[in-house]
């Protein structure tokens, strides 16, 4: 029988993330698992001895039968402990292939949404010492690189709050062991059994093949990952130093970076820095594939040019003369915004938008889209004098985000452009426009994926 998990072992899982606010709010993933369920009384005790409290959040997908039941079964557990108790549904169609990474994506979305409407800084999740062996296994298996063996984080920086993983050193029985000593039961997902999907028929093989060997034992496989992260941390902090010395940010969305620099560094270092600057530029959730980066890498190398119209990571890319531009590519454009005064969001995973009040000037139909190359064609023939003080290279212009309405296009914050205005838009250094006349608020390059970010770290 494994040892269960005390309020002091938990205390000393939390404390690497610290510090924390005064009376934290913590938000916890709880499916109504053993995992999850332990994790949210554990939580649920940290915060109060520290005059904070808890909520669980509770995501159905919707996928089977019975689901929607689940969640009422642990919305009264939790209840009964004076826990609060979220539910949150993800609707809309599902796609006939890749369900569970699609339920994954709309999980996170679900849960970071709700903490961003409800200032919570910190999501907790259940991962635990098998989930991370299993990680291992599973990105082996897809041929990953030391990053992708390093498995999860203990720490992922969101947009809107933190995702921590503080049990990714506990393993199952001892979370169980903990519920069975509250006499608390839990539900057992049958997914986690279905041997359609990876995880379940992975944990059956490696239930299988663990022996004294300890070929398959969760704790070493993790520890490998360990090492994998800690090496991972050194690469990355390599990097950060490198994008230092030879990367340049424009608020615009657009990058240059020393051709020298970059192709005279060791290759694994200029390959991740490669791939943060596409990921930032093209607004992705991770860099592309790495040979492809390796092909662009050495194309560089060799000194041949890229042509203007080369593509990757939704970027275009060019040398010129003794630097590489990298500029958001015109195809997938992010679809048309309604103007909601007071919505704030995160525009083509590059920008972060706070739409205003409504202008007085503006027709209707007024919304967020992609500047177009017949937008600037109209600016320049409204405003001469601005078209000849383009602060920009041309190709960054497309994509700036713009509003626009049934007449055309309307405002450019960072032309400081605004139709039938004769005076530019003035702006302060935090990308806050002063008045409204533009209808927006704030524009400002924020991506999804910076190019130096927190970093990994391990459990």
Not at 88 to 113: C, F, H, M, N, S
Not at 152 to 178: K, N
Request: with cysteine; hydrophobic share 45%; proline share 7%.
């Amino acid at each position: 029988m494994a040892a269960p998990i005390t309020a002091e072992t938990f205390r000393r899982l939390m404390a690497p993330f610290e510090p924390f606010e005064t009376k934290p709010h913590l938000a916890v993933g709880v499916s109504g698992g053993g995992d999850s369920m332990a994790l949210a009384l554990l939580g649920d005790a940290w915060a109060r001895a520290r005059g904070g409290r808890v909520t669980a959040l509770g995501v159905d997908h919707g996928l089977r039968p019975g689901s929607a039941a689940e969640t009422d079964q642990v919305a009264g557990w939790l209840a009964a402990r004076g826990i609060a108790y979220q539910r949150l549904a993800w609707v809309g169609p599902k796609p006939d292939t890749g369900i569970q990474d699609a339920a994954r994506q709309a999980r996170y979305r679900l849960l970071e949404d709700w903490c961003r409407r409800n200032d919570v800084l910190h999501l907790l999740i259940a991962h635990t010492i098998e989930d991370q062996a299993e990680t291992l296994v599973i990105r082996l298996g897809r041929g990953s690189g030391p990053d992708g063996l390093a498995a999860m984080s203990a720490v992922r920086e969101l947009d809107h709050c933190r995702l921590l993983r503080p049990l990714l050193g506990i393993g199952r029985a001892a979370l169980r062991q903990h519920l069975d000593n509250l006499g608390q039961p839990w539900i057992e997902d049958p997914s986690n059994a279905d041997p359609r999907f990876a995880r379940p028929k992975l944990r059956r093989q490696m239930a299988g093949e663990r022996g004294d060997d300890g070929l398959a034992d969760p704790a070493k496989l993790a520890e490998s990952a360990r090492r994998y992260g800690l090496a991972r941390i050194v690469l990355e902090r390599e990097t950060d130093r490198l994008l230092a010395r030879t990367c340049r940010f424009d608020g615009a969305g657009f990058a240059s970076v020393e051709l020298a620099g970059l192709t005279g560094a060791m290759e694994d270092l200029a390959v991740r820095a490669l791939g943060r600057v596409l990921s930032a530029v093209g607004g992705l959730a991770f860099p592309p594939r790495r040979a492809r980066v390796e092909r662009l890498l050495g194309e560089l190398a060799a000194g041949g040019d890229a042509a203007p119209g080369f593509t990757l990571g939704r970027c275009q890319i060019a040398v010129a003369g003794r630097r590489i531009d990298f500029f958001r590519e015109r195809r997938n454009a992010p679809e048309w915004v309604v103007h909601l005064p007071g919505e704030r969001l995160a525009w083509d995973r590059r920008f972060e938008v706070a739409f205003g009040q409504r202008p007085e000037t503006a027709g209707p139909g007024l919304g967020l889209r992609a500047l177009a190359p017949d937008d600037w064609q109209t600016i320049q023939d409204e405003r001469p004098a601005l078209a000849e003080a383009r602060p920009m290279p041309l190709a960054a212009l497309w994509g700036l985000p713009a509003l626009a309405d049934d007449h055309g296009i309307f405002a450019v914050p960072h032309l400081k452009y605004v139709r039938d205005n004769g005076s530019p838009v003035e702006d302060d250094p935090a990308g806050r426009e002063k008045g409204s006349a533009s209808g927006l608020n704030l524009v400002r390059f924020r991506p999804a994926t910076a190019a130096s970010a927190a970093g990994f770290q391990v459990a």
